[in-house]
């Protein structure tokens, strides 16, 4: 294996930190991590290396956010450390992304019980005590946004993606919006810890267990909206997963309605960064996004339901 100057760094700064740990077998990720690289070392140890000066917060809220919230928490959390201000070190946990694929495959009763296990998840992070929380340091969540900042934001993304848009996309985009913008108490909630990003790549799906091994990826966790972690698993794994939750974490009528503004309006909001990059020719933070539908995947096939006639 060939590795770069950034790669050989990284592993100097671990030996200088844990010169007993053994570098045989790492494995290094720069695609995953929005704000950092990442080395996995003999499937035990997770490092993270910030790429950008102006990301070390987010290493600092994981640690802080994680290593308060595991004691309300039953799915195993990562143990995380601030090893430096730019490096953090945790525990792996085992697993891989609960892609929607992988989850339609499975049979009735194990697709109940992750949505069990993850609606009991969100429900135990969303009613820890404020209080206790606002004691420990916990802050805003990075996705924490006030009426007037949505109404900005989408005021700009409009603007900057209009000129890319056919008149269809801008029916389609107003019919979201509108709702959002004429109540002026849609953005009205209750602010509580929240994950932030909620995607599949941070749900840990164990094959041989058939079960959720853990959650990660805490670096937007903080206080916000509840709706906010809906909308992520309403965008990837859809309404049919999101209503199964719904038995074990009731979602309010109010939070719901959020939650498909949230997933509705992600893309967009994706598009008017790209818009940025195209102005200024910047193209160095841009990535391909994978976002799964209410489709079934590749290869499956309904299940046909047979009603037999009744008899005359």
């Known amino acids: 294996m060939i590795l770069n100057s950034n790669e050989l760094r990284y592993i100097e700064l671990i030996k200088s930190k844990f010169p007993q ?28 290396f910030t790429k950008y000066d102006w990301s070390a917060v987010f290493l600092r809220n994981e640690t802080e956010v994680t290593g308060f919230i595991r004691k309300f928490i039953t799915l195993p959390l990562p143990e ?9 070190r945790r525990n792996f946990i085992k697993g891989s992304p609960l892609y929607r694929s992988i989850l339609l495959k499975l049979d ?12 009991t998840f969100l429900k135990e992070l969303h009613t820890i005590p404020v209080k206790k929380a606002q004691h420990a340091g916990i802050g805003d969540s990075q996705m924490n946004r006030t009426r007037e900042d949505w109404l900005a934001e989408l005021d700009t993304m409009q603007r900057k993606i209009s000129p890319y848009c056919t008149d269809y996309v801008k029916e389609y985009l107003r019919q979201i919006i509108q709702p959002a913008t004429d109540n002026e108490e849609f953005f009205t909630f209750q602010p509580v810890i929240i994950h932030g990003e909620l995607t599949p790549n941070h749900i840990l799906f164990d094959k041989p267990s058939r079960k959720i091994s ?7 966790a903080g206080f916000g909206d509840p709706a ?32 498909r503004f949230y ?17 200024t ?5 841009f990535e391909v996004l994978a976002k799964d539908r209410d489709i079934s995947p590749l290869g499956s096939f309904p299940q046909v339901v047979r009603v037999k006639p009744s008899k005359k």
């Open 228 to 259: 906010f972690d809906f909308g992520m698993l309403l965008d990837h794994l859809g309404e049919n997963f999101l209503m199964r939750m719904h038995k074990y974490y009731p979602i309010s009528p109010e939070n719901l309605d959020r939650a």
């Open 214 to 220: 853990g959650i990660i990826g805490f670096a937007n």
């Open 80 to 88: 995380s450390e601030l090893i430096y201000p730019n490096v953090s």
């Open 281 to 285: 020719r910047d193209f160095s933070r």
């Open 108 to 119: 009735f009763h194990t697709q109940d019980a992750i949505a069990r296990q993850i609606a």
């Open 263 to 279: 997933a509705y309006i992600s893309t967009f909001l994706w598009f008017s960064d790209v818009c940025d990059m195209i102005t």
């Open 21 to 48: 740990l053994d570098l045989s077998k790492i494995e290094f990720n720069k695609t995953d991590g929005s704000y950092s690289d990442i080395a996995i070392v003999n499937n035990e140890v997770v490092f993270k």
